[in-house]
């Protein structure tokens, strides 16, 4: 199946300071990839759909200048969050849509922890 | 809009027992039912999915789900456990329009006992 690669997998910061998270396609091109927050024990809450070439959509609720994305290539995604706090910390997941069928491939997620 | 229900948050099962897991959505659109599963700190894994065509399905290590539309729900199943299929399943939902937005149940733990 579709490859789908996350960087990094854990990341730990101060309050303040800003993380950038990737989702690469590796072996597919993705003109739309998907961003979702995952609290412990919870289910994964759509966050924005980031499209190739365009702005970000953010789902009702998101801040969308707390949590930066963008989509520059077919291939590449990043979600950076922005002067992070201690209630950023959760995992962040990024899948990429294959093909017409609305099918899913995930990345690894990567867990932030904000101290 | 679009919703999925997992009826159960936690379901303990004895190894070689059977399983089903629960799922219902609803949605105002024609949509496509998948089944994920993640393992601890790992993302999603795609089980298994319907788009069309039979209303069963099945997954390459045991699972099988059913498609059914006037109950509006897929439940997923599987005839005899292991203590590796322990793990967080989830089903999803998607839109066969427009931008394919995914909304996913609140998952169910499965944990296999020996």
């Known amino acids: 199946g579709a490859v789908v690669s996350q960087h990094p997998s854990r990341v730990i910061c101060k309050s303040g300071t800003s993380v950038k998270i990737e989702c690469r396609s590796l072996d597919f091109q993705a003109t739309t990839m998907f961003w979702y927050r995952q609290f412990p024990k919870q289910s994964l809450m759509l966050m924005a759909t980031s499209n190739e070439g365009s702005k970000a959509t953010y789902e009702q609720g998101v801040e969308k200048d707390k949590f930066l994305i963008n989509h520059a290539s077919l291939t590449l995604s990043t979600l950076t969050v922005t002067s992070a706090h201690p209630e950023d910390s959760s995992f962040y997941i990024c899948?990429?849509?294959?093909?017409?069928?609305?099918?899913?491939?995930f990345g690894e997620g990567s867990r932030l922890t904000v101290l | 809009a679009q919703s999925v229900t997992q009826l159960d948050s936690q379901v303990p099962v004895f190894e070689e027992a059977p399983v089903e897991l629960r799922c219902n959505y609803s949605s105002s659109v024609s949509v496509y039912l998948f089944w994920y599963v993640q393992y601890p700190n790992q993302g999603l894994q795609l089980l298994l999915k319907y788009l069309s065509g039979s209303t069963l399905v099945e997954s390459i290590n045991g699972f099988e789900a059913e498609f059914n539309k006037s109950q509006t729900s897929f439940h997923l199943r599987k005839p005899s456990v292991h203590i590796s299929d322990t793990a967080e399943y989830f089903c999803?939902?998607?839109?066969?329009?427009?931008?394919?937005?995914?909304?996913f149940g609140a998952g169910t733990r499965l944990f296999v006992k020996a």
């Open positions: 999803a939902v998607t839109q066969n329009t427009g931008g394919f937005k995914t909304i």
């Open positions: 899948s990429a849509r294959f093909g017409g069928t609305g099918e899913l491939f």
